[in-house]
């Protein structure tokens, strides 16, 4: 497709359970970026991938949390053993195709309830 | 570490009024700026941004950001706001002048707008 691609758009799970959220970037965008948005938190960053350089995990909350990026396109977010406050929207980002500096391009986003 | 701050965190204008979010980053080198809008059940899109050149920028429904590099500022505006400006607002800064360097977001600013 056109845009970044998100799913599940809502994802209900129970606390304990692992869940797993898909992002597919924009064909031939080389960065792909995480984030997680809280009522009142704005957009908290998670992880960074660039190309085939190692992703920087700098705002991974917990070890938790991982992130896979497989081929330079797809990526997953995993969340092992969720807790209520991991409930929240996941947003997937990508950008990058050409040269300089171009902006991110962002999914609709996961909607993850932890009940 | 890198931070950005949005001073306003709710801001509540009737139709026509002046608006300006402020908007302050904690980094000394180059860095590309970026306002991003978020309307009512929307995914998040830019709105302007800044890379080098002109430090006023225009971007799409009116809005205009100022770059002044000695205030470490890049504050939103628009003359005349309507109903439907009605939306959350993000400021977002990147280091360096590639497209390398993760994004980092402020808190957001929620805009509700009278009619």
């Known amino acids: 497709g056109a845009g970044v691609s998100q799913s599940p758009s809502n994802k209900v799970t129970e606390k304990g359970k692992d869940v797993e959220l898909r992002c597919d970037p924009i064909s031939g965008h080389t960065a792909l970026y995480w984030y997680r948005q809280s009522l009142g938190q704005g957009l908290e960053f998670l992880i960074y991938f660039q190309g085939n350089s190692a992703p920087d995990k700098s705002g991974l909350p917990s070890d938790r949390f991982s992130a896979e990026r497989t081929g330079g396109s797809v990526s997953t977010l995993t969340i092992q053993r969720t807790q209520q406050e991991d409930s929240a929207v996941y947003l997937c980002?990508?950008?990058?195709?050409?040269?300089?500096?171009?902006?991110?391009?962002f999914g609709q986003g996961t909607r993850l309830t932890v009940v | 570490a890198q931070s950005v701050s949005q001073h306003n965190h709710h801001v509540i204008l009737s139709e026509a009024a002046s608006l300006e979010l402020g908007c302050n980053y904690s980094?000394?080198?180059?860095?590309?700026l970026f306002w991003y809008v978020q309307y009512p059940g929307q995914h998040l899109q830019l709105l302007l941004k800044?890379?080098?050149?002109?430090?006023l920028v225009k971007g799409i429904k009116g809005f205009e950001a100022e770059f002044i590099k000695s205030k470490f500022s890049f504050n939103l505006r628009k003359p005349s706001v309507q109903w439907s400006d009605t939306a959350e607002y993000f400021c977002a800064v990147k280091h360096g002048s590639s497209n390398t360097g993760k994004l980092i977001f402020g808190q957001g600013t929620t805009l509700q707008v009278k009619p």
């Open positions: 800044y890379f080098s050149g002109d430090p």
């Open positions: 980094y000394g080198g180059t860095v590309n």
């Open positions: 980002a990508s950008s990058g195709k050409g040269q300089g500096v171009t902006e991110a391009f």
